[in-house]
């Protein structure tokens, strides 16, 4: 019910950065929350972060803690991940999800979660 467009990844060197934007369109959800994944060839598709309605709550998995942001602004319908120092282990495609109900008790970190998500794009980071 929600249409999610993802943009601004690209091929960049390590330590670079990267903003990555995702519209959302259609049936947006008030009071729903957005995250961030990634998918490596080869590999399941991971949690990298995610955001509360009101964007007062924010998670990141470990291994972009300290790295990456992700922050909304719910007037444009817009979900953003910057993405700071960027490590060639980051190169994956990068899709972002929207969940009807907010989190809690670390819910955020599930696919099952979150019921529209993007097609996608691509972060290369090379070495």
């Known amino acids: 019910q929600v249409q999610l467009a993802e943009s601004g990844g690209g091929l960049v060197q390590a330590g670079a950065s990267l903003r990555l934007s995702c519209a959302a369109s259609g049936r947006t959800f008030s009071g729903g929350v957005m995250g961030w994944f990634r998918q490596a060839p080869g590999k399941e598709r991971e949690f990298v972060a995610a955001?509360?309605?009101?964007?007062?709550?924010?998670y990141y998995a470990n291994s972009v803690e300290g790295r990456f942001t992700i922050s909304r602004d719910n007037a444009k319908n817009t979900v953003y991940l910057e993405m700071n120092s960027l490590k060639p282990e980051d190169t994956a495609v990068y899709y972002c999800a929207a969940g009807r109900n907010e989190f809690y008790r670390g819910n955020y970190y599930y696919k099952s979660e979150y019921q529209d998500w993007g097609q996608g794009t691509q972060v290369t980071v090379s070495a």
């Open positions: 955001i509360s309605w009101s964007g007062g709550d924010t």
